[in-house]
């Protein structure tokens, strides 16, 4: 599981469980944008009856992958019907969507909506009991987004400033009234440019933003050097792409948010 529900190889076992095995293609704290499917994974996906994705151009690698691994099952694209947030990069040039929109829980409901939909195509004799999991599971989305919206609720608005890696984030900040000033683009692989680090170095010091984070998938090596250019402390890592393992802070979709939310407020509360 990349984040979620993303990217992930479902197998659906027939029994009379009903339960689902599922196998998720990139693991914990693994970086997907950089993710290379391995021969193995390619066989395991050829067993597989459901493929869920993420879309929005995330998985660049899908179609080598389904094309190897001979997989003719349903791919569903688990954004399908959110509208996406899209951004053209530091550099201008083509419009593209921001793959990220995990990050508001009000869109995790949509992703809910369609995995559970297509698990009742694939699995039509439990059906039922994916509905009735998706309403318990999007009732729960719905308590995380108010306790989302309440926790920031206290924070200024001049205050609600934040820096990170890469720009995981925008879906956030619209949903939660965030401003993300992130050093990478929409792909931590691209390296940000002399002049773009000096403009958020300046901007961080003009604006006086303590909120630093690094990412649990990104290399720390350039929030350190902002850090230490601008006399602030990197916060604890945040859950932009990938859950912590089940021992860490982060590792299912709702623990990632609650424990992103509490992580940003602390640090905005710096600002
Ligand atoms: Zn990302």
Redesign the pocket.
Known sequence: MVVSFTSRSSKISHKRSGDVAVTSLIGRDRD??AFEPTPDQARLLSHAQLFIVNGLGFEGWLLRLTNSAQYHGPVIVATQGITPITTTGPGGGVSVPD??PWQDARNGTVYAGNIAQALAAVDPAHADRYRHRLREYQAKLGELDRHVRAELGAIPAQQRRVITT?D?FSYYGRAYGVTFLAAEG???NSEPSVQAVAQLIRQIRQERIKALFLENISDPRLIDGLAGETGTTPGPPLY??ALSRPDGPAPTYIRMLEYNTAVLKQGMLKN
Request: aromatic share 0%.
């Open positions: 997907p944008h793959p990220h890469h995981a929409i792909s931590p932009s792409d």
